[in-house]
């Protein structure tokens, strides 16, 4: 399967644990998505990276959360200090260029439960 | 930010049924995506659509892009129990053509 990979599929963290996500992009994509959807909610951006770079982050809270795409290996969604809303599911997309407005492709998403 | 808002929230059909959802904004959108996700999935992109007016079918799938480029709809005819799921439009942000924006979905249920 050359989709793009998400790991671990679910992941349970205690309060105040950090959980750290991973993204491995389509073979010869160099742009990732991050997107987080509460339950019964819609999809929400949180960043876009191309290698070695963040080109967006508007959607990313400004404490505790932070993503990297180094350049070599996957692109990871890093949260400190969970709290009981940070439980959702955490998408990943990629494209091999910024290509939004053609739909991009998502992953099958880290599903994130803290306890 | 723009929001994308979709009716109706959820349905209840038989299969066979056909059945219609749209997604309505209050400012332009110059790309409308309709999107599929099956429960424990990632959304799969089902119709893009890049023109005022533009009606294009997928299948059983037909989607149009709304006149004032402020709406769309997804048609699926001839319903069958696989396409239970959310179905999501979602259209490229007017200030960054790199985000998403969604809307909050419509969850098709299909009884066989």
């Known amino acids: 399967n050359a989709g793009v990979m998400q790991n671990p599929r679910h992941l349970v963290r205690r309060r105040g644990q950090e959980a750290r996500l991973r993204c491995s992009p389509m073979k010869g994509h160099s742009h990732v998505y991050w997107y987080r959807q509460l339950p019964e909610e819609g999809l929400k951006f949180m960043v876009y990276?191309?290698?070695?770079?963040?080109?967006?982050e508007s959607g990313m809270p400004k404490e505790r959360f932070s993503a990297e795409f180094p350049k070599e290996g996957p692109s990871i969604l890093r949260i400190q200090q969970v709290v009981r809303g940070d439980s959702a599911a955490y998408f990943c997309?990629?494209?091999?260029?910024?290509?939004?407005?053609?739909?991009?492709?998502f992953g099958s998403g880290t599903r994130l439960t803290v306890v | 930010g723009q929001q994308l808002n979709q009716s109706p929230q959820s349905m209840f059909i038989q299969e066979g049924e056909d059945v219609s959802m749209n997604c309505t904004s209050s400012?332009?959108?110059?790309?409308w995506l309709w999107y599929k996700q099956d429960p424990g999935e990632g959304p799969v992109l089902l119709i893009a659509l890049y023109k005022a007016g533009e009606l294009t079918s997928n299948g059983r799938l037909t989607a149009q892009f709304g006149i004032t480029r402020k709406d769309s709809f997804l048609n699926i005819s001839a319903s069958i129990p696989s396409d239970v799921g959310i179905y999501f439009c979602a259209g490229p942000e007017e200030t960054s053509g790199s985000r998403l924006t969604f809307g909050e979905g419509t969850q098709l249920t299909v009884n066989p």
């Open positions: 997309a990629s494209s091999d260029r910024d290509r939004a407005g053609r739909g991009y492709t």
């Open positions: 990276l191309q290698k070695e770079n963040i080109i967006d």
């Open positions: 400012s332009i959108f110059n790309t």
